[in-house]
C-alpha cells in the first residue's frame, strides 16, 4: 500500500546566532517554494533550493523580528520575489532592525517593505496549495501563521514552541493576548497538525496540549501564566 503523497515539502534552515528556524516549503506539484522568515544565510538557503530542483516563488514572513526577518530584502533583491506578510502592527519590528541588528552583532540586517501585508483569514497560494493565515499577536503585533490544512502542517513562528510559547517581555508585547492566540487560533487547527516553531525541535498542537507547561490543557485550567518564558527572540 502506497501512502497519497503529500501535496508539501519542507525543509528547514536554522539561520543566525539566534539558530532561527527559517522555513522552506514547497508545492510538490508544481515545485514551486516559498522561504519563510529568512533571518540571514540567504546564499545558503538559496543554494538549497537550487539543489532540491525547486523555483523560489516567494517569502512569507511570520513577524518583524530581525533573526526572522533581517534576510528579506537581500533575498528578494537576489531572486526578485514578493515578500508577504506579517499583519502590518509589525512594521514597529520592522522599523527596528537595523538597530536589533547592531544589538545582536547581525550588521548586515535590514529592514524590508512587504509587498502584500496579512490579516487573520487570509489565504496565500503556493502553487498549487493553499495556505490559511491566522493572526496571532502576543509575542508582536504583528504576528501571523501559516497553515496548509491538507498537509495538517503549520509555520508558527515565535508563538508557540515545543514546550514553551514566545516572549513576551518586548516593547508591544501581550502575554495574555499570546495565550488567547494559542488557544482560540492554533488550538481549532487540530491536534493533529505538525508544527514548525521559530526555534528548536517541530511538535504536534495535540502534544503541546497535553504537555507544554505554558498552554497545556490542564496548565490553563489549573492557573494563570505566573512565569515568564526564557527563551530565543
Ligand atoms: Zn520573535
Known amino acids: 500500500m502506497s501512502q497519497p503523497a503529500s501535496p508539501i515539502g519542507v525543509f528547514v534552515t536554522p539561520v543566525t546566532p539566534l539558530q532561527q528556524n527559517c522555513t522552506t516549503v514547497w508545492c510538490t506539484a508544481t515545485n514551486k517554494a516559498a522561504v519563510i522568515d529568512p533571518g540571514g544565510s540567504v546564499d545558503a538557503v538559496l543554494g538549497e533550493v537550487a ?11 511570520t513577524h518583524g523580528h530581525l533573526d526572522h526577518a533581517g534576510g528579506a530584502a537581500e533575498m528578494q533583491e537576489k531572486t526578485g520575489v514578493q ?28 529592514p524590508f517593505t512587504p509587498d502584500r501585508w496579512l490579516e487573520d483569514g487570509d489565504r496565500v497560494s503556493l502553487g498549487e ?3 490559511e493565515v491566522r493572526h496571532c ?8 501563521i ?22 513576551t517581555d518586548f516593547p508591544m508585547s501581550d502575554p495574555p493576548a499570546l495565550i488567547r492566540a494559542v488557544v482560540e487560533k492554533l488550538w481549532p487547527l487540530g491536534e493533529d497538525v505538525t508544527f514548525v516553531p521559530g526555534h528548536g525541535p517541530i511538535s504536534t498542537f495535540g502534544e503541546e496540549r ?24
Not at 137 to 144: A, E, I, L
Open 51 to 61: 539543489r532540491r530542483g525547486l523555483t523560489l516563488d516567494q517569502i512569507w514572513i
Open 83 to 110: 515578500i508577504t506578510g506579517p499583519q502590518k502592527a509589525d512594521q514597529f519590528w520592522i522599523d527596528r532592525i537595523v538597530e536589533s541588528g547592531r544589538m545582536y552583532g547581525l550588521p548586515d540586517a535590514r
Open 146 to 167: 501559516f497553515f496548509n490544512r491538507a498537509a495538517r502542517f503549520a509555520q508558527v513562528g515565535d508563538v508557540l514552541f515545543k514546550g514553551s510559547v514566545g516572549r
Open 210 to 233: 497535553r504537555t507544554n507547561p505554558f498552554v497545556s490543557d490542564a496548565a490553563l485550567r489549573s492557573a494563570p501564566i505566573q512565569r515568564e518564558p526564557v527563551g530565543p527572540a
Open 129 to 131: 496549495t493553499t495556505w
Open 137 to 144: 499577536p502576543g509575542h508582536t503585533p504583528g504576528h501571523v
